[in-house]
């Protein structure tokens, strides 16, 4: 199922300018979307080894980005573009000529693959469908480059978004759970830094010679009900692979199989979703609306978990207050 990916639009240059209120965010912002257009190209030279007539040449092959299909709404405060990046670069190919019955090598030089996007200025976020010969790092590159080009006066940088959810709460949002799997590798560290859970398997690891353990449990495919989520089982793989991702990152993976309360699948996997991002469906990914909606939608998740995240740390930090003034003035 494609992915949206969501990143952040940072004004690194002027950052402390903004902090100390001597140049507005809104107004950098506001001249930005006045200067996005389709109008800019960002090339990049790409340095090849390939065979020509048997004997290996260094080439360099240029691509091009640019935008297209630019399309800019206003909505009180809201400033909002979509469009495409489109990535052009020469490909080889084939062509079957019908007169001589014969196969001859071609080149076209203006082949190209674009995705759409979506960037909403208000919250400095983008939102884009990752395609097979247009990736995530190629995206984040060529719309950061080229938003430089469009407004050389401050510098951008654009990074993804990292998850604000936990594993338990995403594994909590599924509506159904067909299988679960966890892999462990024993890493080099100190074992002064390792807490009970994660230095009690790796101590049954090490007592093992086991190098990597994958535990897997799932439901029979014909099965109504899922994996039971609030099961001992489940909360003990989870428990154990948190451990790992806190004091030995990279060290812990869990993967998740279900499915959502509308059918469509649901897919996890600690190792690729530590940044944030949401589905679309293969049917829908072509369509500007569907893609406009589902990045709305994924937006405001996202900003209503930041600011619950933000009051809850608030919250516990006014409460350690009041207990530390208390214990001061010597209350029970």
Avoid: C, W
């Avoid at 469009?83 to 001589?100: C, I, Q, Y």
């Avoid at 939608?297 to 209503?304: C, P, Q």
């Avoid at 619950?308 to 003035?329: A, C, G, N, Q, R």
């Amino acid at each position: 199922m494609p992915i949206i990916h969501y990143a952040k639009l940072n004004v690194n240059s002027h950052i402390y300018d903004v902090y100390e209120k001597k140049i507005s965010l809104e107004d950098i912002l506001s001249s930005l979307y006045a200067k996005v257009s389709d109008t800019f190209d960002y090339e990049k030279v790409i340095t090849k080894t390939v065979e020509i007539d048997g004997e290996q040449r260094t080439i360099n092959q240029v691509e091009i980005y640019n935008f297209a299909e630019i399309d800019k709404n206003i909505d009180g405060h809201a400033k909002r573009i979509t469009g495409k990046l489109v990535r052009r670069m020469p490909v080889k190919s084939e062509e079957f000529d019908h007169a001589t019955r014969t196969v001859k090598e071609v080149v076209y030089e203006n082949n190209s693959v674009s995705t759409l996007f979506y960037f909403d200025l208000e919250n400095e976020i983008v939102t884009f469908i990752e395609r097979q010969k247009l990736g995530y790092n190629q995206f984040l590159e060529a719309f950061k480059m080229l938003i430089n080009k469009m407004d050389n006066t401050i510098g951008y940088e654009v990074y993804f978004l990292k998850d604000p959810f936990s594993i338990q709460e995403r594994l909590e949002s599924a509506y159904k759970i067909n299988r679960i799997k966890s892999v462990t590798i024993p890493p080099n560290v100190n074992e002064r830094h390792l807490k009970r859970l994660y230095d009690l398997d790796l101590k049954r690891m090490k007592e093992g010679n086991i190098a990597k353990k994958t535990l897997e449990i799932e439901v029979n495919e014909k099965s109504n009900e899922g994996i039971n989520k609030n099961s001992i089982e489940v909360a003990r793989i989870v428990s154990l692979n948190d451990a790992f991702d806190k004091y030995a990152p990279g060290y812990g993976r869990l993967e998740i199989d279900g499915e959502n309360s509308d059918g469509t699948p649901f897919k996890y996997d600690s190792e690729k979703d530590s940044t944030y991002k949401t589905h679309i469906m293969d049917h829908d990914k072509r369509s500007l609306f569907k893609f406009i909606e589902l990045s709305k939608k994924g937006v405001s998740v996202f900003l209503a978990k930041i600011t619950m995240k933000k009051f809850e740390s608030d919250t516990d930090k006014k409460s350690s207050l009041v207990i530390k003034e208390e214990d001061h003035l010597g209350y029970d």
